[in-house]
């Protein structure tokens, strides 16, 4: 019998990563393990130290990444017991932008004692969102300048993309810019620490770094006139594009010794996390919107076709497979509201309850919710808790409730966040298809897709059947597709991802059909959404002013 | 030693009602005894009856009236340890309106055996709102048909009015309504009850009632233009229309018997709750505007003029002391937000902190709260949780919450909703002001100027000192004034309120100056909150909406 062989799809993810260890041949998963980050999300001081971090602050610690990586991929390997030479290649997903100030040698500028007590040499996570002056300032120079790349992302640049947090570090931390030989993706830094190859992948460069594959970066003409002092910037940068899937380089010796692997085990190029699920849920073609749903939600859709569609983030060639545009839309906070509500605005009954039911509170909260019905409780929502980002991209953007009373109920409240959700989901798909990006069919995949009252909600509200996606982990698998991919035929790989995809990535097992009458009320409800979102990001910029508020004091 | 002589304040509130026993020359409290309702607010559905009852519902029972009556009265009179003839007289506020259905011998129709399962034979609370959609249409009628009267009720028919609410009955329980021989006020029954003295109180009948002193009702033209059967709607109220204070009738024999007092113990004509806090508050004079800040807020002003003020819920004269035009305006919720905020809103580790620090989880709120600088959280509220009755008068308005993210704090929230209900009072003074009724100075009583912070922000927002009445129990300290006035200084009372309130009122003790600085970020977040209101009660109608979907469902 031929020996199995096997990729490892290594995931980074907001609160914690793990580690996919799948049979390259059937796509059976062998081993998953998952350990969170000892200092989570930093944003309320950095770890040891009292100073509280100013507001809109959102940190990791790179140290993390590494216990993580180490932990996860040793257990996975032991508990599947899996020779070193089986283990034909690793594959990286990451969240994106997740940003790092570090030395030449590699050394993240927080790990030095000189700097580790100064935020900004930290990693600035995605959902950080401090340099959202710069991110505004840069897109009314280029506006002014008439740079047209700007269209490539919507015409609008976010402040959690490298370029407009490197500015705010420029600005704000001068120190901690001119002491940074490289700022660079996460992504690229723990690759960078594994194979000792320094590069900047595509789909993170593309999506969220202003790159073009043909017209590549942005000129140092308008990097000076954001600010003479920013024209160096790409110095600061790897260098190097590569195409996630593409081989990086071998497992250096120190990290196989680590990981107890052979020195050069094939390293693929990384790929943003959101990106790599769409392969995870086996969608490689044109017109399927795969939508991953979890703390927040990336909407990702290929076409044959380069469109340049206002309010969408990104289209980026080869982005997300080769051959077609990959497009990606986004909601800031999805799950991340959920998670804030239940922290926040549950009452202490309604935790005893669950607790003596076994329930989680939120299977609770779905199942007092799935017992009205559309439009009942009289409450309507607008889901920006953390901005929006498709298609307005503004992060000083605000959550809003409307129609509260005395008997509104906290599970009617939540049913409202869950609905405000979906409506922001239809009216990103409305945004792709008036703008000629056709959606033909929906696959999901991610933590929320548990939720059947959500996804039957979601359904309802866009009128769309919603396939489930059946890999309970498509980040990590996409990753491990796109190590297949890397390794190559002749390693027992693949020469491409269709042919990955159709081998490795299970067949979904789930639907979700819209249901007719519950589709009329939101009709209805969804007019009076994009009338609060038109209104509140248009009209009356009272968020901005709140925003504002909150940041002065 | 001369006999000393009280006076007995019995104030019938939205949850409880109480007795209090004053000594008429000091206008020392003898003793105060209170008594929650067993059967409290009913709007879930009606006592032993599993049916639920419709939207905005709002009854009471008319038992616990007079069980709380007769076990406050009895009780006050034995701890004090006071002779039957050393009380001269009994006073009674009522919340208002408060109506109900009765037999022509004075029995509530809800206390028929072939009735009791009727939810429109019950008592309509004050704030039960099923009756929107006919003070809609009585305010068009009378525009229609250019009623002059309707400036004096700023243009506006509340849905809480008598009125509408019989309207309503008619309309939606034509059995109840023709069976009905009177349809009254909780006031009115209850001294119908003691004395055999059918009357209506001018106060109640002025305000709620769209009586006139010099025009009387509207016509039965108007009745008949709003439904042919209405027409005869005055031949169900209780006839000769009678001014709080004056003498209606003295306790009748049953009654003597049962609260252990003399037969012919003077009743004076009540007053609605409000309208006696006012005096018990001491305010007798034009320009001191009284606010009594509970569940909800009343806002009562008296001048020599009579303006019709747009917006203003009424103005009538003799309404709150003789001599004086009395206006009323109001906030439809607010200690009831407050309070719905902390049964729906507030997590389990707030409260297990409050129980083992021994503070009221709003005393908690309130002390996190107080951390935090005007504008900080960047939250802003519409305090529009039970509509708004004034200036917009449209119980149909509901709440609304902007600034939210993912890091806004129960505390926050709870702050928000408390400068809410501030701003709504700083729209009130200014609608008072701009159409000419001066507000020269504020007098504050209720439950809620116990709350330092609150009173402190209302101070900040208005940019107003705010003077505290001494009295814990105003409103039923005004009844008991009244009570003393109705006995005459003959009898040991006294010929008119001004002297009763100058020696039956504690002196103030507390005032709350407006902070400077805090007044100008409160400045710019009151535009905001005026723009919002003006918005969605103008522009967007989409709170019509989503409360006519409350209601369909």
């Known amino acids: ?108 500028l927080c790990q030095a004692q000189r700097w580790r007590g100064h935020p900004d040499a930290w990693p600035k996570l ?3 969102h401090a340099a959202q002056p710069q991110a505004d300032r840069m897109i009314r120079v280029a506006e002014e300048r008439r740079e047209s790349w700007l269209k490539h992302y919507g015409g609008k640049i976010s402040s959690e993309w490298l370029p407009a947090k490197a500015l705010a570090m420029l600005e704000d931390a001068p120190e901690i810019y001119n002491e940074s030989a490289i700022i660079l993706e996460g992504a690229d830094w723990v690759a960078w620490q594994l194979t000792g190859v320094l590069a900047h992948n595509a789909c993170g460069a593309g999506y969220k770094g202003l790159w073009h594959k043909r017209e590549g970066f942005p000129s140092r003409e308008y990097l000076a006139a954001l600010n003479p002092l920013f024209a160096d910037l790409y110095e600061k940068l790897p260098g190097q594009v590569l195409p996630p899937g593409e081989r990086l380089g071998g497992l250096n010796e120190e990290w196989a010794r680590r990981l107890g692997l052979l020195e050069g085990t094939v390293i693929s190029v990384p790929i943003i996390d959101a990106h790599s699920a769409t392969l995870g849920a086996g969608v490689t073609r044109a017109g399927i919107l795969f939508m991953i749903m979890g ?52 009452p202490s ?79 990103i798909i409305e945004t792709f298809e008036i703008q000629g990006v056709p959606v033909n069919s929906i696959v999901a995949g991610g933590g ?54 159709a081998c ?20 209805l409800l969804y007019n009076e959404y994009l009338r609060l979102g038109r209104y509140f990001s248009e009209d009356n910029h009272i968020m901005k002013t709140l925003a504002g508020l909150r940041k002065l004091s």
């Open 126 to 128: 995605w959902k950080h």
């Open 504 to 523: 490795m990535v299970p067949k979904p097992v789930q639907t979700f059909q819209p249901n007719t009458q519950n589709k009329k009320t939101y009709d």
């Open 1 to 108: 019998m031929e020996m199995k062989r096997y990729t490892l799809g290594l995931d980074f993810g907001t609160e914690s990563a793990r580690s996919l260890l799948v049979d390259v041949q059937t796509g059976e998963v062998a081993e998953a393990v998952s350990m969170a980050y000892a200092d989570g999300v930093i944003d309320s001081h950095l770890p040891g130290i009292a100073t509280p971090l100013p507001p809109d602050f959102a940190l990791q610690n790179p140290q993390d990444w590494l216990t993580t990586l180490e932990f996860t991929v040793r257990n996975a390997l032991q508990k599947a017991n899996i020779q070193p030479e089986q283990l034909i290649g690793i594959g990286i997903d990451f969240t994106a932008s997740t940003i790092l100030p570090a030395r030449a040698d590699g050394t993240p």
């Open 295 to 346: 703390t927040s939600t990336c909407h990702m859709l290929m076409s044959e076709q380069e469109v340049f569609v206002r309010g969408i983030s990104g289209v980026v060639e080869d982005g997300i497979a080769r051959g077609l545009y990959g497009y990606e839309a986004g909601q800031a906070a999805v799950g991340d509201i959920f998670g804030w509500f239940v922290e926040h605005c549950v």
């Open 448 to 501: 929320l897709v548990k939720n059947n009252l959500l996804m039957q909600i979601y359904a309802d509200i866009t009128g769309r059947e919603f396939t489930v996606s059946a890999s309970p982990q498509v980040s990590a698998l996409g990753a491990a597709l796109l190590a297949s991919v890397a390794a190559g035929s002749e390693n027992g790989g693949y020469s491409n991802l269709q042919r990955a995809a």
């Open 349 to 427: 009954e309604y935790m005893k309850e669950a607790e003596a039911r076994n329930l989680s509170i939120h299977d609770l909260l779905s199942e007092k919710a799935s017992a009205s019905l559309p439009g009942q409780s009289g409450l309507l929502a607008l889901d920006w808790w953390n901005g929006n980002r498709t298609p307005l991209v503004d992060a000083d953007l605000s959550g809003l409730f409307i129609g509260c009373t005395l008997t509104s109920k906290p599970e009617e409240m939540y049913r409202a966040l869950i609905e405000s959700t979906a409506f922001g989901t239809r009216w």
